[in-house]
């Protein structure tokens, strides 16, 4: 059983900063991909960044130069630190970790609410 729970989230002015972690229990493979999703009330959950066990990130096109995706091994953690936040990155955000296909393995946390306002 993994179990993922993010924390750091809330209420956050424009222009400001959060950093969200998501801490990882349970057996996480050592080739899998951590990352950060996000869904904002009436869309679709959408990819924000990933990072391979190997150090590669991948980031959503809007958030590219604002925020940045960062791993801890050792304690099975990963981070987004959010930078020059928008009213348009308030939404739900959901660390997830996966590795493998065919048997994927596909695992979310519960999601914790950013809202971007003044």
């Known amino acids: 059983q993994v179990q993922l729970v993010e924390s750091g989230g809330g209420l956050v002015q424009p222009g400001g900063s959060l950093r969200l972690s998501c801490a990882a229990s349970?057996?996480?493979?050592?080739?899998?991909?951590m990352g950060w999703y996000r869904r904002a009330p009436g869309k679709e959950r959408e990819l924000v960044a990933t990072i391979t066990s190997a150090g590669i990130t991948n980031y959503e096109d809007s958030v590219k130069g604002r925020f940045t995706i960062s791993r801890d091994n050792a304690k099975n953690a990963v981070y987004l630190q959010m930078n020059s936040v928008k009213p348009e990155d308030t939404a739900v955000y959901y660390c997830?970790?996966?590795?493998?296909?065919?048997?994927?393995?596909?695992?979310w946390g519960q999601g914790i609410r950013v809202t971007v306002s003044s």
């Open positions: 997830n970790v996966n590795w493998g296909w065919r048997p994927r393995y596909d695992y």
């Open positions: 349970g057996s996480i493979s050592n080739i899998a991909t």
